[in-house]
């Protein structure tokens, strides 16, 4: 056993030799995290094709099991992590910060693919959040359009790292203030109210005012040259 | 009869179930884990038992044609020295769909005449989507797809965008990777070569016969 988890057992004390079998010191910091980052249970949803990648993952290939992360919690209130893996558009984002809002601390949240971290091909386009870092504090950022299933446990690898190099006397979960909530973001009022489809009909159909200036406008400038 | 379905696959588990064990008894003294003849051996279609891939211990190769992120190609010559092949054209950001590449390009100081060689090359990763047309329409065969797919990391911006440091790799690397691809470019490179080598040597011939034939006939074409 001492030899076999050197992240646990390594907390600085030298240990006589005739006892390495029978002891192991440890700090409370690491057996915590140990116990953590062998337990994170995502939370079941996907936006786009990065979940086909996503399933491929948890499926018996390449399996998540191996990680402790097999549970994939269809409810927010019982998952650690949030793998936002995909597209997410402005229509889904309130969705996504609700969903992050109603996870217990401590929570995590894995940019999988180009869109989820920075938008992607959409980085630009009228309907796509480029970047979910935007709204909800991002842990882990994999890159690839779409990850491939080893890529995504590879970030899945760097987020228990993340969760090892964190101290129970500093995280901000365990600290006296209160956590404030994310605000949900509001979609903006549509550009077009469909009950004055009729109006508008009326005043595009009008006839433009324009040409019925166009003379008047010469006139005044002809009486100034003469 | 009612409980048929379960009962069958529950039988279909136990069988998975048993070859789990009797495929790792029949790979006795092989190395069926994290050995490439093993991985072969999984991941064809008549494997049983367990085909999963140990991931951080075992990979699984990779498709010669397989592409992530691109990178940039540098050749090295007899002193070292590197040469970057990019001559910051700058197809390759135009042709890209989603717009993550942008290069620095520079000037020379004295002469005031573009460097071909770009100062820095950026490319967002995050942002790119691994179609590989910069690859495509680069003439130079100076940016390649990559293999490496361990990129995640915890800053995006600190991290995710490459600069020309971190994106050039050895032309010796892109032959390892793509030997098929390599192999052919070199030898149409060669070709090309040859190609020009005969090309100037004709014309050299051909400058060194004109004075021969007489003084009117070499000043025709300096006309």
């Not at chain 1, 995504?152 to 006296?176: A, C, F, N, P």
């Not at chain 2, 940016?143 to 020309?164: L, V």
């Not at chain 2, 190609?195 to 034939?213: E, F, I, L, N």
Request: charged content about 25%; aromatic content about 8%.
């Amino acid at each position: 056993m001492t030899e076999t988890n050197p992240t646990v057992n390594s907390a600085g004390y030298e240990v006589p030799p005739e006892l390495r079998q029978n002891v192991a010191i440890t700090t409370l910091d690491k057996i915590w995290n140990m116990g953590r980052r062998y337990s994170v249970w995502p939370m079941m949803f996907g936006l786009a094709c990065c979940a086909i990648e996503m399933i491929c993952t948890a499926a018996s290939r390449y399996d998540l099991a191996r990680f402790g992360m097999e549970v994939m919690r269809p409810s927010p209130r019982q998952s650690d992590l949030m793998i936002v893996s995909g597209t997410v558009t402005k229509k889904m984002i309130p969705q996504i910060v609700r969903l992050y809002n109603q996870m217990p601390e401590p929570k995590y949240v894995l940019a999988m693919g180009a869109c989820a971290s920075g938008g992607g091909p959409f980085k630009e386009g009228y309907n796509v959040v480029s970047g979910v870092d935007q709204y909800v504090p991002v842990d882990v950022y994999v890159p690839g359009c779409p990850p491939t299933p080893q890529a995504l446990l590879h970030g899945l690898m760097k987020l228990q790292e993340k969760i090892d190099s964190e101290s129970i006397t500093q995280v901000r979960w365990y600290g006296k203030e209160d956590i404030p909530a994310i605000p949900v973001p509001l979609l903006g009022p549509d550009l077009i109210d469909p009950r004055d489809n009729e109006l508008i009909k009326q005043e595009t159909s009008k006839k433009p005012a324009a040409p019925a200036a166009a003379p008047a406008a010469p006139a005044p400038a002809a009486e100034a040259a003469s | 009869m009612y409980g048929l379905g379960i009962l069958k696959g529950m039988w279909v588990t136990l069988t998975h179930f048993i070859d789990s064990y009797v495929e790792d008894i029949k790979w006795l003294g092989r190395n069926r884990y994290y050995s490439k003849e093993g991985i072969q051996h999984r991941r064809s279609k008549d494997t049983k038992g367990i085909f999963t891939v140990q991931y951080p211990e075992e990979k699984l190769p990779v498709p010669e044609e397989f592409r992530f992120v691109p990178f940039l190609v540098y050749d090295v010559d007899e002193e070292g020295n590197k040469h970057d092949r990019c001559t910051s054209c700058g197809i390759c950001a135009k042709v890209c769909p989603p717009q993550c590449i942008w290069i620095v390009r520079t000037e020379d100081p004295v002469t005031k005449r573009p460097v071909p060689e770009p100062v820095d090359f950026f490319i967002d990763v995050d942002i790119c989507m691994n179609c590989g047309y910069c690859a495509e329409y680069c003439p130079f065969d100076a940016i390649k797809m990559d293999h490496d797919y361990e990129m995640a990391s915890f800053d995006r911006h600190a991290e995710h965008i490459f600069n020309k440091e971190k994106l050039s790799k050895p032309a010796s690397y892109y032959a390892g990777i793509r030997p098929t691809n390599y192999n052919r470019e070199e030898t149409l490179k060669a070709e090309e070569a040859a190609k020009k080598a005969a090309a100037a040597a004709a014309k050299a011939a051909a400058a060194a016969a004109k004075p021969a034939d007489g003084a009117a006939a070499g000043s025709t074409p300096a006309q």
